[in-house]
């Protein structure tokens, strides 16, 4: 069982900036693991991910606006989020892929004001 902590969120106005971290409690290495968000009335949508091999994967809307970083020795996963617009306020989920299991935190609430 991998249990996720996801950490950093808050209330921000426009073009201001936030950092989440989520930490993966497990002694094996996650490779998979990343960033999903829900607005209210919308379904959870991928922000920024690694892969299982490595690659990142960015949704459009964030592109050149948020960054994913990693600890891989500390499986924790950031997401630096700058140029924050009122359409990002949602909660954010962290996720993990570990041998054939997914996992998900208990999400953290981003607000932006405009």
């Known amino acids: 069982q991998v249990q996720l902590v996801e950490s950093g969120g808050g209330s921000v106005q426009a073009g201001g900036s936030l950092r989440l971290s989520c930490v993966a409690s497990t002694f094996f290495t996650i490779n998979a693991m990343g960033w999903y968000r829900q607005a209210p009335g919308k379904e959870r949508e991928l922000v920024a991910v690694f892969t299982s091999i490595g690659d990142t994967i960015y949704a459009d809307s964030v592109k050149g606006r948020f960054t994913v970083s990693r600890d891989s020795a500390k499986n924790t996963v950031y997401l630096q989020m700058n140029s924050l617009k009122p359409e990002d306020t949602a909660v954010y989920y962290c996720?993990?892929?570990?041998?054939?299991?997914?996992?998900w935190g208990r999400g953290t609430q981003v607000t932006v004001s405009s």
């Open positions: 996720n993990a892929g570990h041998r054939g299991s997914v996992y």
